[in-house]
C-alpha cells in the first residue's frame, strides 16, 4: 500500500505543477481561459490573483513530491510528514472549493481525489 499511495501522491503533485503552469503562466493565453471558462477581460483582471495562487499550487507539489521521494529513500519519517503536508492540503482545498462553489465541482474532484487516495493508501501502508 505504501507504494500505491506513493505513486498516487506523486501524480497528485504532478497535476498540481500543472495547475501550477495554467494559473501562473499562461493564464491569459486562449487555452487556459477556456480551461478556466475566463474572458480575456476577466484574465487580465485576475492575472495578479491566479499568478499568485499558482504558487501555493507549486508548493503544494514540492512538498508533496519531495515527500515521496524521501519515503521512497528509506527517509520514512520526514517523508510522510512532507508527503501528509503536501497533499492533505490538496485535499482541504479541494473541499473549500467544492464546497465554496458548487458549479466547480469537476475541478474540486480533480484536485481532491487522487490525493485523498493517496494520503489514505499511504497511511494504511504505514500502519
Given amino acids: 500500500m505504501i507504494a500505491v499511495g506513493l505513486v498516487l501522491i506523486g501524480l497528485a503533485a504532478l497535476i498540481h505543477v500543472y495547475i501550477f503552469v495554467l494559473e501562473s503562466l499562461t493564464w491569459t493565453s486562449p487555452r487556459t481561459r477556456a480551461t478556466f471558462g475566463t474572458t480575456l477581460e476577466s484574465a487580465e483582471a485576475t492575472r495578479e490573483m491566479a499568478f499568485n495562487q499558482g504558487f501555493y499550487n507549486l508548493f503544494l507539489a514540492i512538498a508533496a513530491g519531495a515527500g515521496t521521494a524521501l519515503v521512497a529513500a528509506g527517509q ?12 492533505g492540503s490538496m485535499v482541504l482545498a479541494g473541499l473549500v472549493l467544492l464546497l465554496s462553489s458548487t458549479a466547480k465541482r469537476g475541478a474540486a474532484l480533480k484536485q481532491l481525489v487522487i490525493p485523498l487516495l493517496g494520503t489514505v493508501a499511504l497511511a494504511v501502508g504505514l500502519l
Fill in 76 to 87: 520514512v519519517t520526514v517523508g510522510a510528514t512532507l508527503a501528509f503536508t503536501g497533499a
